[in-house]
């Protein structure tokens, strides 16, 4: 059968994406791709072209994407849009059971568009593809820059920390290179993974493993670039080990919690941050305020150190809320505890609903 070029571009109006390093690319001004695949049979036959990118500020080396892909028959290529040979080059294809996967291409140094396409080689089934972000960049390292701590609160050594479930349940690979202390860290950063909107526990722990192999293999860093996960149920969950370096802020990674919401509360996805995952991030928060010492108003968005759109308008919105219920941390004990209590069952009354969920 002659093969048909089947794509389709549903999307998605967003602007700005990228988490840290990596320049968000973005094909009229979508930053993410939906396409079918119908099974034809034998291929390989192109089912997507991105077209050429919108221009993109600085010079690349490598391209980056990441989504959800049902069948291993479709893999992706990329080139420099508009320029002469290479031609194209086929992405390294990294694909979990759980159908998530990255794929990623050297090229030449160099600026430019970026022009991705999709090919078939015979895919089983009719199915969509889904590529959540692309991104380029040159050399990606971790940021270890230094900055200078403001004075700090006091610290309370025996504060309770919320139950984190721990590496060892998603089957972590251990950090590719030695961590750099930060043990004290003085402010905190939400991000959102820009990835799956979790259903279950094991979703989100296969998902956090996803995120590390992206992290390590994809971006090039030592370990998952975030310190904690918090999931749509509430759960949540160790990333980066506490008290060691992160990477999820380019250049302002010193001193600096990553928390990484998941899902894609932007939009057009627009995920909808859940009251269970605002109380446990408050509760983690509350926590890190009352152990070392770190100001509520320490706690912002991604986008308040770069342009990207992290951690999304949704999660961006819960921030004065968050920041309000990080305040008169609990002290350890009965009475710390019952504050809290009193803090969360406060959240869960409404006025996270009303305020922050928007509705
Ligand atoms: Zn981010």
């Not at 590496?167 to 961590?179: D, L, Q, S």
């Not at 310190?227 to 160790?238: M, R, S, T, Y």
């Not at 309000?324 to 006025?351: D, M, W």
Request: net charge neutral; hydrophobic share 40%; glycine share 10%.
């Amino acid at each position: 059968m002659r093969a048909r070029l089947a794509f389709a571009l549903l999307l998605l109006g967003a602007t700005v994406r990228a988490e840290d390093a990596g320049q968000p690319v973005t094909f009229g001004s979508r930053s993410s791709e939906s396409f079918p695949v119908q099974a034809f049979g034998a291929g390989p036959r192109v089912v997507f072209d991105s077209g050429a990118s919108d221009p993109i500020a600085a010079p690349w080396n490598t391209v980056l994407i990441q989504g959800f892909l049902p069948d291993p028959a479709v893999t992706f290529e990329a080139k420099r849009a508009g320029g002469g040979p290479p031609d194209w080059t086929r992405l390294e294809m990294h694909r979990f059971p759980n159908g998530r996967f990255w794929a990623r291409a050297r090229a030449t140094p160099g600026p430019g568009r970026l022009r991705l396409r999709a090919l078939d080689t015979g895919v089983s089934r009719d199915h969509a593809v889904e590529v959540y972000s692309v991104e380029t960049f040159v050399a990606n390292p971790e940021s270890s820059e230094a900055s200078i701590p403001p004075s700090r609160g006091p610290k309370d050594p025996g504060a309770q920390r919320p139950f984190v479930h721990p590496r060892a349940e998603w089957k972590a690979v251990p950090a590719t290179e030695p961590y750099t202390p930060d043990p004290l860290p003085w402010r905190i950063t939400l991000h959102h993974s820009d990835g799956r909107y979790t259903q279950t526990l094991q979703e989100s722990l296969d998902e956090v493993r996803f995120i590390q192999d992206f992290h390590i293999h994809g971006r090039g860093w030592i370990d998952i670039a975030y310190h904690f996960a918090v999931d749509p149920l509430g759960n949540i969950i160790e990333g980066r080990p506490e008290g060691m370096l992160g990477a999820h802020t380019l250049d302002d990674n010193e001193g600096n919690v990553g928390i990484v919401l998941l899902g894609n509360y932007h939009p057009p996805v627009n995920n909808r941050p859940t009251v269970p995952q605002l109380a446990a991030v408050a509760a983690l928060g509350r926590y890190l305020v009352a152990r070392y010492g770190i100001s509520p108003d320490t706690l912002k968005g991604h986008r308040d150190y770069k342009v990207t759109d992290c951690p999304g308008d949704r999660a961006y919105a819960t921030l004065p809320a968050l920041r309000r219920a990080l305040v008169g941390a609990p002290a350890p004990g009965l009475a710390g505890a019952r504050r809290t209590a009193a803090s969360l069952s406060r959240i869960n009354a409404g006025s996270f609903d009303a305020a922050v969920l928007g509705h």
